[in-house]
Each structure stands twice: as C-alpha cells, then as structure tokens.
Nanobody, 126 residues
Framework: VQLVESGGGSVEAGGSLRLSCAVH????????MGWFRQAPGKEREAVAG???????YYTSSVKGRFTTWRDNAENILYLEMNSLKPADTATYYC??????????????????????WGQGTQVTVS
C-alpha cells in the first residue's frame, strides 16, 4: 500500500490550502485514515481522523477550520485547510491502517503505529 500526498505550499495567514492523499494498492474505504503534522523541533501531532464508518475527528487547534473527507471513486483522502495561521506551518502526513476504526480511535489509539504513511508535504503560513 502506498500513500502519495500533494497540495502543500506557501500561503499567507488567513489563506487556504487543500491537501490530497492518494491511496494505491488498497481500497480507501477499507482503511481508517488520518492526518498528522510535525513542525521543526516539535513532536508529531494528530490533526484529523477519518474512520471506516465515515466519522471524522478534529483536534481542538484545527476544529472549525480544517475539513477532511474521502472520495471513494478517486481513492483519495482530502484535507481542506481554511483560515490558516502561522502556527499551522509544518510538514503534513497522511496515514492509514487496514482496520475498521472510527476517526478518533485511529488518531489517538493507533496514531504513530499506523502501518501506512505518506511522504509528507510542506505547508508554510506566513
């Protein structure tokens, strides 16, 4: 299974970006998935989760600004990021696991133990 991310870039504060995570080798609806980010000198943190039951979960720092959803036909997980802040600057990673988890369970009970990871995409907010 391979996860391929795209969509990062540089944007001014208040702007928007959309990240994509294309899944190869597995049907996306069979995976619980999520987004993580890591800023320089900081630990990786959870951002958003998408469960096999279509449930979503967002950490408090992004709730109301970020939205994640899945396109089953395209086999892609998306993360729409609005009202971006400099504090959102980080490398963003998508991750997945072949387990039937809710979005929150995936983020906080599996998290870094997820077997599938994207290569990361840089988001810079100035």
């Amino acid at each position: 299974v391979q996860l391929v991310e795209s969509g990062g870039g540089s944007v001014e504060a208040g702007g928007s970006l959309r990240l994509s995570c294309a899944v190869h080798g597995r049907t996306i609806s069979d995976l619980s998935m999520g987004w993580f980010r890591q800023a320089p000198g900081k630990e990786r943190e959870a951002v958003a989760g998408f469960g096999t039951d279509d449930s979503t979960y967002y950490t408090s720092s992004v709730k109301g600004r970020f939205t994640t959803w899945r396109d089953n036909a395209e086999n892609i997980l998306y993360l729409e990021m609005n009202s971006l802040k400099p504090a959102d600057t980080a490398t963003y990673y998508c991750a997945g696991a072949p387990y039937r988890y809710s979005g929150s369970w995936f983020l906080f009970n599996l998290g870094s133990e997820a077997p599938y990871w994207g290569q990361g995409t840089q988001v810079t907010v100035s």
